[in-house]
């Protein structure tokens, strides 16, 4: 049987900073059930409620060395709905409130990297594979061809790194190389960690990894040119042969407006009546008045420019003279906040602003809305337009990274298309597209037929799965 240990720093239900945690979890479980042994490792965070604290089962002990450091390092194990985890148990780096941005993350995620090495020498679970994602965890793909070359028990063992977001780097000084990662400054090179004046964990997992992988195929392409790559679009560009894209895919388990118990109420495709009184009963909640003619367009974010929600500001009173309702849910960037919250108070029967994270109100928000908007400057794969499809909220993005793989504008002389989308990054396309979209949603027949198209789209992991089995399979076989 093929074996894969997952690496992430984040994971639900354990602990969840953005979309990572969410395939962390559901990508491992979809993958367990084509055959696959594989098993996450996360860091023991102090936000990981008690509920599940009590139940792991310490499975071994051991010290690794973090430059002239010996650190203790404690392994305890939990099963979830199927999936094995593990958790790596350190009070010093990882019993803090938060999860990242500490002055000290270079030391921390060099801690984390080589104790997943550790946990490989320590326990009686030996991977064919180590799949590791983002900046956090790329530096096992350097730090294992060291320890391979000494220690057999990591004789072949291949590894695959998941590029999600290729913004976040982990550059730190050129001295953690000696001090932290006991590697040698023979890897201050640019064919090798250097990035810019200090060394890069990200650089690490695209140079070192057997198998370099991206959350869409768009994505895949779009980082390859300086425009998209962050200054590291040329060592992309050199692993282009090993370079896939796979799209992520939705816990339908989670995220099905038939059976979540987290929405006002249940609905499907055949009964599309009750997604009306999710939207009654939002603008009740929320303090709209309640209009079911109006088209409620939602937005739910991060409140940053990456997200495109800085080209609204300049259109937002524009957009709020239309006959439409918004609701935005996110947190982000205090002048955007600021800026949503003024027109919120400007336009209480036009717009609620909800500058907060919840879990809950997220689902209603997919549940009760008719339009669910996403101007992203640039979106890797995307979570929240594949949930909205499934809600039958219709979404409008910009034509970048996932969102270009998953979102088709609708052809009225075919009948085709599950949302709109459009290229420019500025606020008139963005008014046009929505006009465009509003204009659709006046005719209730055309409105069925997107609506129908959107929540009939499958992106469950299904077919992505199969994807990475293959590239597994392709691994240990090479």
């Known amino acids: 049987m093929?074996?894969?240990?997952?690496?992430?720093?984040?994971?639900?239900?354990?602990?969840?900073?953005g979309g990572l945690a969410d395939v962390a979890f559901s990508l491992p479980k979809s993958l367990r059930n084509l055959g696959i042994d594989i098993r996450v490792i996360i860091p023991k965070y102090k936000e990981i409620l008690e509920k599940f604290k009590s139940n792991m089962k310490c499975i071994t002990e051991f010290t690794i060395p973090v430059g002239l450091k010996k650190q203790d390092c404690r392994i305890e194990y939990l099963e979830y709905e199927g999936v094995p985890f593990y958790f790596i148990d350190q009070q010093y780096y990882f019993e803090r409130e938060g999860i990242y941005g500490f002055d000290d993350d270079d030391e921390r995620f060099s801690y984390l990297c080589k104790a997943v090495l550790g946990a490989i020498e320590n326990m009686d679970f030996k991977p064919n594979i180590i799949h590791c994602n983002d900046w956090h965890s790329g530096m096992i793909c350097?730090?294992?061809?060291?320890?391979?070359?000494?220690?057999?028990?990591f004789s072949n063992i291949k590894t695959v790194f998941t590029i999600h977001n290729l913004k976040y780097q982990g550059i730190y000084s050129k001295k953690i190389l000696e001090s932290l990662l006991?590697?040698?400054?023979?890897?201050?090179?640019?064919?090798?960690l250097k990035h810019y004046k200090g060394v890069s964990f990200m650089k690490a997992g695209i140079n070192y990894a057997d198998l370099v992988t991206t959350v869409s195929k768009t994505y895949s392409?779009?980082?390859?040119?300086?425009?998209?790559?962050?200054?590291?679009?040329?060592?992309?560009?050199?692993?282009?042969?090993?370079?896939?894209?796979?799209?992520?895919?939705v816990d339908y388990n989670i995220y099905d407006p038939s059976k979540d118990d987290d929405i006002f109420v249940k609905y499907n495709v055949n009964c599309l009546q009750n997604k009306m009184e999710n939207k009654v009963n939002l603008q009740k909640l929320l303090n709209l008045p309640v209009n079911k003619k109006a088209p409620l367009i939602a937005i739910v974010s991060r409140l940053t420019y990456t997200k495109g929600i800085e080209l609204l500001i300049p259109i937002l009173e524009n957009l709020l003279s239309k006959d439409i309702q918004m609701v935005i849910l996110g947190m982000g960037d205090p002048k955007i906040e600021s800026k949503i919250k003024?027109?919120?108070?400007?336009?209480?029967?036009?717009?609620?602003?909800?500058?907060?994270?919840?879990?809950?109100?997220?689902?209603?928000?997919?549940?009760?809305?008719?339009?669910?908007?996403?101007?992203?400057?640039?979106?890797?794969?995307?979570?929240?337009?594949?949930?909205?499809?499934?809600?039958?909220?219709?979404?409008?993005?910009r034509k970048t990274?996932?969102?270009?793989?998953?979102?088709?504008?609708?052809?009225?002389s075919t009948g085709e298309g599950n949302g709109f989308r459009f290229t420019d990054c500025n606020g008139d396309n963005?008014?046009?597209?929505?006009?465009r979209a509003l204009k659709c949603y006046k005719d209730k027949r055309?409105?069925?037929?997107?609506?129908?198209?959107?929540?009939?789209?499958?992106?469950?992991?299904?077919?992505s799965t199969k994807e990475y089995k293959k590239l597994y399979e392709s691994l240990v076989m090479s």
């Open 446 to 463: 055309t409105w069925k037929k997107i609506t129908i198209n959107a929540m009939k789209a499958n992106y469950s992991w299904e077919n």
């Open 430 to 435: 963005i008014l046009n597209i929505i006009d």
């Open 401 to 412: 990274g996932g969102l270009k793989d998953t979102i088709n504008s609708y052809n009225k």
């Open 142 to 153: 350097p730090l294992l061809k060291e320890y391979q070359k000494n220690n057999p028990r």
């Open 2 to 17: 093929l074996k894969v240990l997952y690496v992430a720093s984040e994971a639900v239900p354990f602990v969840k900073v």
């Open 342 to 397: 003024d027109f919120a108070y400007k336009y209480p029967e036009k717009l609620s602003a909800n500058i907060l994270f919840n879990e809950v109100l997220a689902h209603k928000i997919y549940a009760a809305s008719d339009i669910f908007l996403m101007p992203s400057l640039r979106e890797p794969c995307g979570l929240s337009q594949l949930i909205a499809l499934k809600y039958g909220s219709i979404p409008i993005v």
């Open 182 to 192: 006991n590697l040698g400054m023979k890897y201050y090179d640019d064919d090798a």
């Open 221 to 249: 392409e779009e980082i390859q040119r300086s425009s998209y790559g962050e200054g590291l679009d040329d060592a992309i560009r050199k692993r282009k042969n090993d370079l896939y894209g796979i799209i992520n895919g």
